[in-house]
Structures are given as C-alpha cells and as structure tokens.
C-alpha cells in the first residue's frame, strides 16, 4: 500500500486536502471519488510514487498522418485487450503498417519497448506525431494499468476530432471555390478583355466617361505592376505571420476574431467543444485535473481563451472548484458553465464534459451550416456588382463611341 496526498474539492467547491492509502494511483483517485470528493491533484508521499507529467524531447521529422494515427491506436488498444504484449503488439503494427515511414516508426518504438522503456517514453521521443495529451493520457494509462482504455479513449478522441475537421473543411470547399473562379473571372476580364477593347477608345481621351477612364487606368496599372502587387501581397503576408507568432500579437487578432458577429460565436463553439472533450478524456484516463488543463491549455487554438485556462489553474489550486473560475474568465457561454457546475457538484465531471462537447459539436455543425449559406449568397452577390460594374463601364464607353461617331 502506499500512501497518497490529495487536493480536492467537496460538492459545494469548498477546498479540501488529506491522504489515502491505496495499493496504487487509479485506486487512490478511486477512493477519493468515494469520499465524495473531486481531486485536483494526487501526488504518492512515498520516494519515486510521485505521478510524472514529464514533456515529450523533439526527434526527427517523420510523422503519421491523422486517419492512420487514429487506426494504429485503435489496433493497439485491441491487440492489448487481446493479451498481447506491448512490443509484440507494436511488432504486429509494424508489420501491418500501410505505409514505410510508420513501419519504420512502429519498429522503433518496439525496440524501446522491447529494451525496457515505458510506451509514454518511447512516443514521447516523436514528438511531431504524439502530442502531449497523447503521450500524458498513455502514461497515466501504464501507471494505473488502464492502457487498453485509455488508448481506446485516445482513438474515440482522435476520431472526433478529425470529424470536426473534415466538417470544417468540407463545409469551407464551396466558399473557396466561388471566391476562384470569381477571381479567375476577374483576371480575364481586367487583363484579356479590357485591354482589347480599350483599343476602341484610344482617340477619345478625355471624352470618355470618367467610370470608363477609372477601369481603363486600373486594367493598365495592374498589367504594368502586377509584380509590385505580387510582392506586396507577399511581404504583407510575411509581416502577417510574424507579427501572429508573437504572443502579443496572437492575442490582439484571436480577440479580435472572437468579436467578429458571426466568426466569434462559431469559434468559441469550436474551442468549447474542444475544451470540454479533451478534458473529459485526460480526466477518464486518470490525469490529474491541473496537469489536465495544462495539456487543454496547450492544444486550444484561440491563445484568448488558452489564456484563460490559467486563471481556471489558478482557481483550481486557491481552492475555489473548476465552475467558478470558468465563471470569471468571461470566455465560456453560461450553458457550458451551468452543465460543468452540475457535473462538478454531482461528482460526474468527466461524464459532464462529454456531454458539453457533444451539445457544442452540434452547435458548430449548425453554426457552420448557416455560415456557408450566408457566405455564398454574398460572395456571388460581391462578383456580379464587381463584375457588373466592370462591364457597365466598359458598355458605356463603347456608346460614347458610338455617339461620337454619329
């Protein structure tokens, strides 16, 4: 037996901390649950217990792509529900790989294995492939001899979040291609189509219309210094992507996209559900909630509302209970807010998370539903007055012509 420090909360929030024996770490959180309270944080008293969060060391440049990624989680966690070992298991994938690169990654991971390293170690040596949730949920999953599930949770995580992925992006492929072909519509008329017909007015001058003139002198600027613009565009871009990998400036544009009428909503939505899933799955693998949030805080691609995950740390380690911290950090809508108050006080969060993630991923599909009807309509809207406008000036350039000559 070994004894075991806790942090915790009771129903009502209130901060409470004390020991538990308990053959090992899975068991210790167990009985916590029991006495009716939430852990926050459990840590073995005795020398070499402590529960070890160590981060992955960069190797390599290999990596697995999302889909395969997913399949090779699921086969392992069967493969070990089976009774097979880890590196005979691994050895199997290996063979059965579908691709070179993850035989070769499949294979030295089973030598690790094989040599005497823990599975989390030996993932944590790829770190372009096995995020931190991924390689944190796996060594809680070897400490507490729960690695079949929690691999079995990381395959239903994996596979959720490349369903709101391929949701995204197929719902974003009409929007993108209107905006090409519009494009590709107005290349050919501003540099094919004008010029030909400016050869129409080159003895009018001043006697065109002026909305003609306009059109004429931009066909010409963006034929003469199109490379200028090419490289603008391309410097802008540049500057764009340094001035986003600063901190300060990551957060000015993630706050300003969350204040965006209609994106901010649906990217709240979207890093809600994220939130709540990856939460739920490291809290039913057995990570501690505050080296949870960590790992949360880290995978949120919106920094305003990754930021906030330290004020709820903060909150969690004062004291004060999950709920109310998410409360005060203003980025959370009141219905996630209210379910993860129920879920905390009835001692069911994990379950109270999914339940939040699955009610937002519903809401993202609506969400992105209405976007897209909204943006095609206006993205054909914009082309045909662009368009129309391009054409009415040089329609009534050619009558002017007309009226000259009679």
């Known amino acids: 037996m070994t004894l075991y420090f806790y942090k915790a909360t009771d129903q009502s929030g209130k901060f409470c901390e004390g020991n538990v024996e308990a053959p090992d770490y899975p068991n210790a959180v167990q009985s916590i649950r029991k006495l009716n309270y939430f852990p926050i944080e459990v840590t073995a008293k005795s020398p070499g217990g402590k529960f070890s969060m160590s981060l992955p060391k960069l190797k390599g440049s290999k990596n697995i792509p999302p889909r395969e990624l997913m399949d090779i989680t699921q086969q392992l966690s069967t493969l070990l529900d089976s009774g097979f070992t880890i590196d005979k298991s691994l050895g199997v994938l290996a063979q059965l790989a579908q691709s070179p690169q993850s035989r070769e990654i499949l294979s030295d991971l089973k030598e690790k294995v094989h040599a005497g390293s823990s599975l989390a170690d030996a993932l944590a040596e790829y770190p372009q492939i096995f995020s931190k949730l991924y390689v944190n949920m796996i060594r809680a999953g070897e400490a507490g001899g729960t690695l079949g599930p929690s691999l079995m949770r990381l395959s239903g995580f994996l596979e959720s979040a490349e369903e709101l992925k391929a949701n995204i992006l197929s719902a974003m492929i009409y929007p993108v291609v209107l905006i090409l072909f519009g494009g590709a519509a107005l290349a050919v008329l501003i540099t094919v189509v004008i010029p030909q017909l400016s050869e129409l007015f080159e003895d009018m001058g001043d006697a065109l219309p002026l909305i003609t003139q306009l059109m004429l002198a931009m066909s010409d ?3 003469a210094y199109w490379w200028a613009i090419s490289i603008a565009m391309v410097i802008g871009g540049i500057s764009f992507y340094l001035y986003l990998k600063t901190t300060a ?8 996209l969350l204040n965006l009428p209609v994106i901010g909503p649906l990217i709240r939505k979207i890093e809600i559900s994220r939130f709540s899933r990856t939460l739920s799955t490291l809290l039913q693998s057995g990570v501690p909630v505050l080296s949870a949030l960590t790992i949360v805080s880290s995978i949120l691609g919106n920094r305003v509302i990754g930021e906030a995950m330290h004020t709820i740390h903060k909150g969690l380690k004062s004291g004060r209970g999950l709920s109310t911290p998410l409360q005060e950090t203003g980025v959370f809508p009141p219905l996630s807010v209210h379910m993860i108050t129920i879920g905390e ?61 009679f």
């Open 249 to 256: 400036g990551r957060l000015q544009w993630d706050g300003f």
């Open 345 to 405: 006080q009835s001692g069911n969060l994990d379950e109270m998370l999914e339940k939040v993630s699955a009610t937002y991923d519903k809401e993202v599909d609506r969400s992105i539903k209405q976007l897209v009807s909204m943006i095609a309509p206006l993205m054909i809207l914009i082309m045909a007055v662009v368009i129309g406008f391009i054409v009415i000036s040089m329609l009534v350039g050619i009558f002017s012509v007309n009226d000259v000559t």
């Open 221 to 223: 600027f963006l034929r």
